[in-house]
Structures are given as structure tokens and as C-alpha cells.
T-cell receptor, first 113, second 110 residues
Framework: ETGVTQTPRHLVMGMTNKKSLKCEQH?????MYWYKQSAKKPLELMFV???????ENNSVPSRFSPECPNSSHLFLHLHTLQPEDSALYLC????????????FGPGTRLTVT | SQQGEEDPQALSIQEGENATMNCSYK?????LQWYRQNSGRGLVHLIL?????REKHSGRLRVTLDTSKKSSSLLITASRAADTASYFC??????????FGSGTQLTVLP
């Protein structure tokens, strides 16, 4: 148990659906991250939030929309996804943004049909 | 752009043997970190080595860093079946974000 939880753990959605992924950290950290992990590819950083401000958006398509209402919660809103968006989506947090170790949640396995 | 490249991509050893994984990166770093991931789960931080350090130990783990060669290695001694997992290196540079490699899949046979 790393202190970072993610829900749901598994999600199957059609290309026209709208869904949201939720992440919560109980560590008092100030930075939170969304990563995408696809088969045979390195982890891809999608978004970074520091003190609830988005500081990184690594050319992620607009069908992915993050939200950080407070320093403990992070959401990833999904709409009109493509089959190639099927992947494991991982949330992480760190004490501050930058050079510190990150604590990861268990991930949400997303399948787009 | 991808920084870390792990070598080998897959490693299979007997319980009790040592496992060595290597990582290369491309640009200057502040630190290099190693993570472990059990199948389909989140990553767990193992160890962090700063750019001014050459070697670091944590339990059965030993990490080395050679900044002149832009490479690092992770040694797991006296491996156990429970060490079976994927291992990733991740570098942190001026962009203040982790850049992960593709990982080494370690299988420890009982």
C-alpha cells in the first residue's frame, strides 16, 4: 500500500462514452501526475500538477482532460476515446514537483471498445 | 523523448543467484531512480542515486552510477521468487520530471 489509491481498477468503455478516473493520495504531497503505460512502451508522462496548478501537458490529445480540485485528488476525464487509448493509467504523487521519488497508485486498466 | 534504456529486456535466473540490470540515459541528470512493478500493478520506488554519488546500497539492492558513461546498474543479490517483476530506471534532469526506460522483466525460478 503506497498511500495512493485509484478507482476504478478496471474500466471498459465504448468510443462514445464519457468516464472519469479518480486518484487520491493520503501522503500530504504537493505534486500529482498522470502516466499512461502501454504494452511494449515506456511510461509516458501525461500531466503534472503542482500545488493544484497544471504545470505540464505533454502533448496529450484533448479527449483526455485532467482536473485537480485540491492537492489530494486528481481526476482524468475521458471522452470519445480511441482503441489505441487502451492502456494502464497510473497516478503518482511526490512531496514536491521535481527530483523526488514518486509514489504510484495501482492503476486503472482501461479498455476502449 | 525517451531517456532510459534497460538491458537486458528480459532476464531469467535461479533463486539464490544475483541479477544485474543496466540502464543508459542520454542527457545530464539530477538523479536516477529505480522502480519495480509487479504484473499489471503500480510502480514501487526502490532506490534513488544522485548524480554526485557513485554507489548506493539498500538491503539486497546495489545501484551504481557512471555519469561519464551515462549508465547505471541495479544488482539484486540472493534473488528470491518474490523478486519476479519488471524493473525500470527513471532519470530526472532539468525538466524536473521522471523519464522512464522500457524496463527489464526479471523472472526468478524457484
Amino acid at each position: 500500500e503506497t498511500g495512493v489509491t485509484q478507482t476504478p481498477r478496471h474500466l471498459v468503455m465504448g468510443m462514445t462514452n464519457k468516464k472519469s478516473l479518480k486518484c487520491e493520495q493520503h501522503l500530504g504531497h504537493n505534486a500529482m501526475y498522470w502516466y499512461k503505460q502501454s504494452a511494449k512502451k515506456p511510461l509516458e508522462l501525461m500531466f503534472v500538477y503542482s500545488l493544484e496548478e497544471r504545470v505540464e501537458n505533454n502533448s496529450v490529445p484533448s479527449r483526455f482532460s485532467p482536473e485537480c480540485p485540491n492537492s489530494s485528488h486528481l481526476f482524468l476525464h475521458l471522452h470519445t476515446l480511441q482503441p489505441e487509448d487502451s492502456a494502464l493509467y497510473l497516478c503518482a504523487s511526490s512531496q514536491v514537483r521535481g527530483f523526488y521519488e514518486q509514489y504510484f497508485g495501482p492503476g486503472t486498466r482501461l479498455t476502449v471498445t | 523523448s525517451q531517456q532510459g534504456e534497460e538491458d537486458p529486456q528480459a532476464l531469467s535466473i535461479q533463486e539464490g543467484e544475483n541479477a544485474t540490470m543496466n540502464c543508459s540515459y542520454k542527457t545530464s541528470i539530477n538523479n536516477l531512480q529505480w522502480y519495480r512493478q509487479n504484473s499489471g500493478r503500480g510502480l514501487v520506488h526502490l532506490i534513488l542515486i544522485r548524480s554526485n554519488e557513485r554507489e548506493k546500497h539498500s538491503g539486497r539492492l546495489r545501484v551504481t552510477l557512471d555519469t561519464s558513461k551515462k549508465s547505471s546498474s541495479l544488482l539484486i543479490t540472493a534473488s528470491r521468487a518474490a523478486d519476479t517483476a519488471s524493473y525500470f530506471c527513471a532519470s530526472t534532469g532539468s525538466a524536473r520530471q521522471l523519464t522512464f526506460g522500457s524496463g527489464t522483466q526479471l523472472t526468478v525460478l524457484p
